[in-house]
């Protein structure tokens, strides 16, 4: 009897695993066509620039392994140092105005005003356009010429001197800052605006029982609650600030190449050394100093928000 007993229960255990090895599968399957997508286009690209920062390779000829020499030749470079200082600057002005301007048009677009939706569209749209279409009329406006939309207002408005705007290397990083935020800020505005259908109205009412004004709900009722979407917010803008590329081309490159080292970022340098002057394992380098930097910022965020949380 016990024999039988035993049996059953060792066929009902296979049958188990047979059942559960098949669900695996399954779940797999499902999972798979991501991930070889990912191991194929991400993951392969990833390792090969890691290998190919330590080697010299034109992309024809065999691989030779040269060590450091890669790294000591990007930052003894004055384009790739004019590159990284472009790139923090660009990081610094815009991550803080863009993350002000779109909490400040979600705080604004929240509230039951006339035509919400058709604002909230209109602030939007710059971020789905087309960047080609959108950049050539930002160039049509900011134009060199003393004609242009913008320069007429500095002449006749403010009554200052006629700008060059993106054609000249003192305020070519400007144009491009102010570009980035107004067609990103959309995009962050809807993110604050999901956050704040998750603010607690009644810590409102309360603070509205307490005396406290419109700045002080702000700072102490809203804020606090938006601290989540602010890190998350905080996070993707930074990495997308750092690997800026296709708004400095438009704006500042394309016939003029990005020539001048006030406009180049870091992945215009990676891009112009990997496929103009084709020297992959330079390129590789400085692709993997852009990505150790990412990372270090995204680990000191993180730990911020980790302290930040357990106060």
């Not at 601290?227 to 003029?256: E, H, Q, W």
């Not at 590789?284 to 302290?307: D, K, N, P």
Request: some cysteine.
């Amino acid at each position: 009897m016990s024999q039988q007993v035993q049996a059953a229960e060792s066929a009902a255990l296979l049958s188990r695993k047979k059942r559960d090895r098949r669900r695996t599968l399954v779940a797999y399957s499902f999972i798979a066509p991501n991930f070889i997508g990912f191991a194929v286009f991400t993951l392969g690209p990833i390792v090969m620039a890691f290998i190919m920062a330590f080697t010299d390779w034109d992309g024809n000829n065999a691989m030779n392994f040269i060590g450091l020499a890669n790294f000591r030749d990007i930052f003894s470079d004055d384009r790739f140092l004019s590159a990284l200082k472009n790139t923090l600057v660009y990081s610094v002005f815009t991550v803080p105005f863009t993350l002000i301007i779109a909490l400040g048009l979600a705080m604004l677009l929240n509230r039951p005003i006339r035509g919400r939706n058709f604002f909230r569209t209109v602030v939007f749209f710059p971020y789905v356009a087309s960047l080609v279409a959108v950049a050539a009329v930002w160039n049509m406006i900011f134009s060199p010429a003393k004609g242009s939309i913008a320069n007429q207002f500095l002449v006749n408005i403010l009554h200052m001197e006629a700008s060059k705007w993106a054609a000249a290397p003192s305020t070519v990083m400007l144009t491009i800052i102010m570009f980035s935020i107004w067609k990103n800020m959309g995009y962050y505005m809807v993110i604050y605006l999901a956050g704040l259908q998750g603010v607690n109205t009644e810590l409102y009412e309360a603070a509205s029982l307490d005396g406290a004004g419109a700045w002080q709900k702000f700072l102490h009722v809203t804020l606090p609650q938006l601290r989540p979407t602010t890190f998350f917010v905080t996070i993707i803008l930074t990495i997308n600030c750092f690997k800026v590329y296709d708004i400095v081309y438009m704006l500042a490159g394309g016939s003029n190449g990005v020539v001048n080292k006030s406009a180049i970022v870091l992945v215009y340098y990676i891009y112009e050394e990997a496929f103009r002057n084709w020297k992959l394992g330079k390129a590789s380098a400085a692709s993997m100093v852009l990505f150790l930097i990412v990372l270090a910022i995204t680990l000191i965020q993180f730990r911020g928000q980790s302290r930040s949380e357990n106060e």
